[in-house]
């Protein structure tokens, strides 16, 4: 147990479908991540949402959209994705003391949802 | 710019000795930098993190890392390794701006053999 919930764990969709990924923290946190965990590169970041506020979009095609409700919960839509897009993305959430400031506050993640396009 | 750096895909060691995975970082300022492990099929799991004070740094599973600013690196160590120790080992710094995103290196896969 993580704190840090994600479903599915496994999901395979066609690339004309459109799908969501769900994250839900159980921490108290203020601060949620989506990030792409592909084979052979570094874990990148895909969006930051601090205070419910998106403060970063790393220049992710639009194919993907965000959406945070409340502080607790985290969506990933998807689609058209491509064959290229399959990859474990991770949720993660934070606190966060300031909007903008740096922090040693720690990331915690979840589990994964392991995404297949075929 | 901040970057991570694991010199090392793979890191093998025989169960009982000592093991070391090494990260150096590029930072603006001083750096914050952590170290997660990822076994297989799970998300990433915090083990440790240096912020400020002693250079010596304790985590979970008798893990400890040690940060040196001259040579800026963060190595993770253990003085005795389990085989339950294999798994993919990430190292994090974190950035100036933003909100506190971390950025991460490719990850070492240790190996510990019986």
């Known amino acids: 147990e993580t704190g840090v919930t994600q479903t599915p764990r496994h999901l395979v969709m066609g690339m004309t479908n459109k799908k969501s990924l769900k994250c839900e923290q159980h921490?108290?946190?203020?601060?949620m991540y989506w990030y792409k965990q592909s084979a052979k590169k570094p874990l990148e970041l895909m969006f930051v949402?601090?205070?419910?506020?998106?403060?970063e979009n790393n220049s992710v095609p639009s194919r993907f959209s965000p959406e945070c409700p409340n502080s607790s919960h985290l969506f990933l839509h998807l689609h058209t994705l491509q064959p290229e897009d399959s990859a474990l993305y991770l949720c993660?959430?934070?606190?966060?003391?300031?909007?903008?400031?740096?922090?040693?506050?720690?990331?915690?993640f979840g589990e994964g949802s392991w995404l297949t396009v075929v | 710019a901040q970057s991570v750096a694991q010199p090392e895909d793979q890191v093998n060691v025989a169960e009982g000795n000592p093991l070391t995975v090494k990260c150096t970082y590029s930072?603006?300022?001083?750096?914050?930098l952590f170290w997660y492990v990822q076994y297989p099929n799970r998300g990433l799991q915090f083990l440790l993190k240096?912020?400020?004070?002693?250079?010596l740094v304790k985590g979970s599973y008798g893990f400890e890392a040690e940060f040196n600013k001259s040579q800026t690196s963060f190595h993770l160590k253990k003085p005795s390794a389990l085989v339950s120790d294999s798994a993919l080992y990430f190292c994090?710094?974190?950035?100036?701006?933003?909100?506190?995103?971390?950025?991460f290196g490719t990850g070492t896969r240790l190996t510990v053999i019986p």
């Open positions: 930072v603006s300022g001083n750096p914050y």
């Open positions: 949402y601090s205070l419910e506020e998106r403060v």
């Open positions: 993660a959430s934070s606190s966060t003391t300031t909007l903008g400031g740096r922090s040693g506050n720690t990331i915690y």
């Open positions: 921490l108290g946190h203020n601060a």
């Open positions: 994090a710094v974190r950035d100036i701006g933003g909100a506190n995103n971390l950025f």
């Open positions: 240096y912020i400020t004070g002693d250079n």
